[in-house]
């Protein structure tokens, strides 16, 4: 016998519906954040087990805010996401709350503060369900190396949801929240989106706050979010986006209403579809689902043509090079001496340090400490880091000449569908290859979104929209006009409706 | 590029991380895999190519050299495993 709330839930289908629609009802009182957000726990509570997207559920917290919200509703001083239930990657902090990024080493974390990202959105009046699982401080294409265990795809639970933001993927697509935030360094907004059947933003690099975000590497690090529509996604952007003082390479740069500029028109938009993106290892039916999707955008309007980044293949050497040097740099803080796991009986600090990140850190997390304090040590920084950062050059080079031709170029976001748990867990190498389209995105600094476009073998799969920098309004408006166009983003996978 | 079990105890020195000793050959195996697959970028041309260290021409922006931080040294040791008086506590260093 389901609980109460989860009957009501489904007689009015609040669930299948967008953001953007339940921010209709709350403001027409046809049901109070209380109500939904009863509904939404309810959902966790009977799924989650199966899925494992969430460490942590704030069941009383969730209840106390909502409350909270629907007060402000009635008083007529709501904003356009009070009392919307959110979920937020384990990435964040999270004040009074434990914000793990996936690992035993800060399995005892109790953030005391927020990230600016999580504190915009609680201003913003939305309701926090809880804490999403992820891959060990966002090192994987899986949600495999997650601590707490894997996380499962709703369109199949023998497959991955993608990562790192795979918790987060996995809840919204199994409509366990009806949106959640990600963070994407190599891909893992898009990747796990494009596995799900959902939307993904990453932004600009820059254009969102990184402060309170667990490090990864600070030069790809963006925070983005998940969510079922290019307006849902619109709607959190117009929060998240914008100057902080307190992220350093955080960009002073006005922030435009992207749900005002969603309905821009596309005629005359200049596509650009990159020859290297259709290379042997993509699965020509997702090769035929992008080019299906283009045929949808020269219907609207938009002009495609065939473009060169002749240097995007040295995109996932370089950024294997470049992510791990900045991980085993910023996850050095990570000593067990003011907070996070510490080793028992340490003999000295050398075995301090040593015990407490060894027992605190799993295999792929230390694979690419590991990797990053080679590649950086005496003797080899020449000819691994300088390299690579030289490639990196020509990487952003190629774009930036793109850009001049073309607005926006469309691939794929994935090679192939969702895969099966531990099909690539043997190889690390295998398993980087899975985002062979997204690295290069991070290492320009550009933004992405990914949307999906069909479906493969009954797996979803995504359609790939990088930007030139700062052009989230023309993504997200090119994207939102697909959607108007195809039901794709509405599809739910089985026993989840 | 292939790693011996000697490379890898080194770099796990130099990275501070424990590795246990029947862990070793599988951390040379994977880290060998992954330095072999990003050595393909040798055979690009980078001659007078300058090295990219950050996506977007920015300077280092500076601030106002003023407090904006209260002291908040008990809230932030609730995450210590070991502090005694306001003091993080670590094995003995100086004999």
């Known amino acids: 016998m389901p609980p109460r709330f989860l009957i009501r839930f489904h007689d009015f289908n609040m669930h299948t519906k967008t953001l953007t629609q339940l921010a209709r009802d709350l403001k027409a009182h046809k049901l109070s954040s209380e109500e939904l957000t009863r509904a939404y726990l309810a959902r966790i509570e009977h799924f989650n087990p199966e899925l494992n997207a969430f460490i942590t559920v704030l069941r009383q917290q969730a209840l106390t805010t909502a409350r909270a919200a629907d007060a402000c509703i009635r008083k007529g001083d709501a904003g356009p996401l009070t009392g919307l239930p959110i979920a937020h990657k384990d990435i964040f902090c999270t004040q009074g709350v434990k914000t793990s990024c996936g690992s035993k080493m800060l399995d005892n974390f109790i953030s005391p503060y927020d990230a600016t990202v999580v504190e915009r959105l609680n201003k913003a009046g939305t309701v926090m369900l809880g804490k999403t699982n992820m891959d060990e401080f966002a090192m994987g294409s899986s949600s495999e190396t997650s601590f707490y265990g894997p996380v499962k795809n709703p369109w199949d639970p023998t497959r991955v949801p993608g990562g790192s933001s795979g918790g987060s993927?996995?809840?919204?697509?199994?409509?366990?929240?009806?949106?959640?935030?990600?963070?994407?360094?190599g891909g893992s907004v898009r990747q796990p989106a494009a596995l799900t059947g959902l939307t993904g933003i990453k932004p600009t690099y820059g254009r969102v706050s990184r402060y309170g975000m667990i490090a990864f590497a600070s030069s790809l690090d963006q925070a983005g979010v998940i969510t079922c529509t290019a307006e849902d996604a619109a709607m959190l952007m117009n929060v998240i986006a914008g100057f902080d003082e307190r992220d350093s390479t955080s960009v002073d740069r006005p922030v435009p209403d992207y749900v005002a500029a969603l309905d821009q028109p596309l005629k005359g938009l200049r596509i650009g579809l990159p020859k290297e993106f259709f290379d042997p290892g993509l699965d020509t039916r997702v090769g035929d689902a992008v080019h299906a999707a283009l045929s949808i955008y020269k219907k609207l309007g938009a002009a495609v043509r065939d473009i060169?980044?002749?240097?995007?293949?040295?995109?996932?050497?370089?950024?294997?090079?470049?992510?791990?040097?900045?991980?085993?740099?910023?996850?050095?803080r990570f000593?067990?001496?003011?907070?996070?796991?510490?080793?028992e009986n340490p003999v000295d600090l050398m075995d301090l340090y040593t015990r407490s990140r060894g027992e605190g850190f799993g295999a792929e997390v230390k694979r690419r400490i590991m990797t990053g304090t080679y590649v950086l040590s005496a003797g080899y920084y020449d000819a691994y880091y300088l390299k690579a950062q030289k490639t990196r050059t020509l990487i952003r080079g190629d774009f930036l000449e793109a850009f001049k031709q073309v607005d926006l170029i469309m691939g794929p976001t994935a090679p192939t569908p969702a895969f099966k748990l531990g099909e690539k867990t043997d190889d690390p190498v295998t398993m980087y290859l899975n985002d062979i389209y997204a690295n290069g995105v991070n290492?320009?600094?550009?933004?992405?979104?990914?949307?999906?476009?069909?479906?493969?073998?009954g797996l979803p799969v995504g359609l790939q929209i990088i930007g030139n920098y700062f052009d989230e309004a023309r993504l997200l408006a090119t994207a939102h006009q697909y959607q108007r166009e195809t039901d794709w983003h509405t599809r739910i996978p089985q026993g989840y409706e | 590029m292939s790693l011996t079990p000697d490379d890898v105890r080194t770099i796990a020195r130099l990275a501070r991380l424990a590795v246990s000793?029947?862990?070793?050959?599988?951390?040379?195996n994977n880290l060998?895999?992954?330095?072999?697959?990003?050595?393909?970028?040798?055979?690009?041309?980078?001659?007078?190519?300058?090295?990219?260290?950050?996506?977007?021409d920015m300077s280092q922006r500076l601030r106002e050299d003023a407090v904006t931080?209260?002291?908040?040294?008990?809230?932030?040791?609730?995450?210590?495993?070991?502090?005694?008086?306001?003091?993080?506590?670590?094995?003995?260093?100086?004999?």
């Open chain 2, 21 to 28: 000793e029947q862990d070793i050959p599988r951390y040379a």
């Open chain 2, 69 to 95: 931080e209260s002291g908040q040294r008990e809230l932030f040791q609730k995450n210590a495993p070991q502090v005694e008086a306001g003091l993080y506590l670590v094995p003995k260093v100086i004999e």
């Open chain 2, 32 to 56: 060998s895999r992954i330095l072999d697959f990003v050595a393909q970028l040798d055979k690009a041309d980078t001659t007078s190519v300058a090295p990219m260290a950050h996506p977007l």
């Open chain 1, 335 to 343: 000593d067990g001496v003011r907070y996070g796991h510490r080793c």
């Open chain 1, 169 to 185: 993927a996995a809840a919204v697509a199994a409509r366990l929240a009806p949106a959640a935030t990600g963070t994407d360094t």
């Open chain 1, 443 to 457: 290492l320009a600094g550009l933004p992405g979104l990914s949307i999906p476009m069909g479906f493969v073998d």
């Open chain 1, 308 to 332: 060169s980044l002749p240097n995007f293949p040295l995109s996932v050497p370089t950024y294997y090079v470049v992510a791990p040097a900045e991980a085993s740099s910023n996850l050095s």
